[in-house]
DNA sequence: GCGACAG
DNA sequence: ATCTTGTCGC
C-alpha cells in the first residue's frame, strides 16, 4: 500500500473545483468505441473514508475481462482532499485513486468508476475526470440515479432506459439483475455508451454491482481497517 | 428562494 | 460514504 498527501494547487473551494471542471471538460473524448467486452483488463476503482480521522483509501483491483478472476491489486491511503459536496466527487477521490493505480504492476486496461462520468450537472464526473487525467478509458456505473430522471428499464436483465438530463441522454439506467433496481451507467473517457452498458453485463454475472465495483469496494474497506489501525493501536494488534 | 443531490 | 448482528433465503 502507498500513501499521498493532497497535490500541491488542489482545489480548496467549490468555485476553484468547478472551474476545474470546467476546464477540463473539453479534453474528453466521446468518439471512441473502447475496448472489446471481454477482452483485456478491466479494473475496479473505490474509495473509502474515515471522516473522524481524515483518512481516505482507495483500491485498484484489475480483472482478466473474460475471466473476471483478479490479475492484480493495489490500494493508498491519504488525507481527504476535499469535502463532499454533490457534482464536487471526484476532487475527494481522485488524488487516492491515482496512486492506487499508478502502483498497479500492469496496465489497468478499462476503468469501471464508483459514481458518474457524463451524467453530471457540468457533464464532467468522476469517470470522466479521472479518464482525462490518466488518457484511459473509463466509465462509471453508480448505484444511484443522482438528480436525473428515467423510466423503469423492463424487467429482464439487459434492459434498458436513457437518463435524462433535461432532454440529453447522459447515461442509461442498466438492469443487470432481473427484476431489481437498475444501476446507473455513463461514459467517462474513450468508451461508447453502447460498450460501457456491454461491459457492465459482462461484469454482473452474478450480482447487481459490477464485480470490479465489488472487489474495489471491499479491498478499500480493508484497506482503510489497516491505517485506521496502525494510526491507533488496538490491544489486538499490539499483542502480536 | 430553498431543498435535493454520485460517494 | 457511514452507523451495524443476526438472519432469511437461494
Redesign the pocket.
Given at each position: 500500500m502507498t500513501t499521498v498527501n493532497v497535490p500541491a494547487g488542489w482545489p480548496a473551494t467549490e468555485e476553484e473545483a468547478r472551474a476545474v471542471q470546467d476546464e477540463l471538460r473539453a479534453e474528453v473524448v466521446l468518439d471512441e468505441p473502447g475496448p472489446q467486452p471481454g477482452t483485456g483488463h478491466v479494473t475496479g476503482v473505490?474509495?473509502?473514508?474515515d471522516d473522524a480521522r481524515d483518512i481516505v483509501a482507495a483500491a485498484a483491483v484489475v480483472l482478466d475481462a473474460a475471466s473476471l478472476d483478479v490479475v492484480a491489486e493495489a490500494t493508498a491511503v491519504g488525507r481527504i482532499s476535499f469535502p463532499?459536496i454533490?457534482?464536487?466527487?471526484?476532487f475527494r477521490e481522485i488524488p487516492t485513486v491515482l496512486a492506487a493505480l499508478e502502483a498497479l504492476p500492469c496496465p489497468p486496461g478499462l476503468v469501471v468508476c464508483?459514481?458518474?462520468g457524463l451524467a453530471?450537472p457540468r457533464r464532467f464526473?468522476?469517470a470522466a475526470h479521472l479518464g482525462v487525467l490518466t488518457g484511459l478509458p473509463t466509465f462509471?456505473v453508480?448505484?444511484?440515479p443522482?438528480?436525473f430522471t428515467y423510466d423503469d428499464p423492463d424487467a429482464p436483465r439487459g434492459s434498458s432506459s436513457p437518463l435524462l438530463a433535461g432532454g440529453d441522454e447522459v447515461g442509461r439506467a442498466l438492469r443487470t439483475r432481473a427484476g431489481v433496481k437498475p444501476v446507473f451507467v455513463s461514459v467517462g473517457h474513450r468508451v461508447g455508451l453502447d460498450g460501457a452498458c456491454a461491459h457492465t453485463l459482462a461484469l454482473t454475472p452474478r450480482f447487481r454491482l459490477p464485480e470490479t465495483t465489488r472487489r474495489a469496494?471491499s479491498l478499500c474497506?480493508r484497506a482503510?481497517q489497516e491505517a485506521t489501525i496502525r494510526q491507533r493501536p488496538t490491544s489486538a494488534s499490539a499483542e502480536s
Open positions: 473505490d474509495v473509502a473514508y463532499y454533490p457534482g464536487l466527487l471526484a464508483d459514481g458518474y453530471h464526473g468522476l462509471g453508480a448505484k444511484n443522482f438528480a469496494d474497506r482503510l
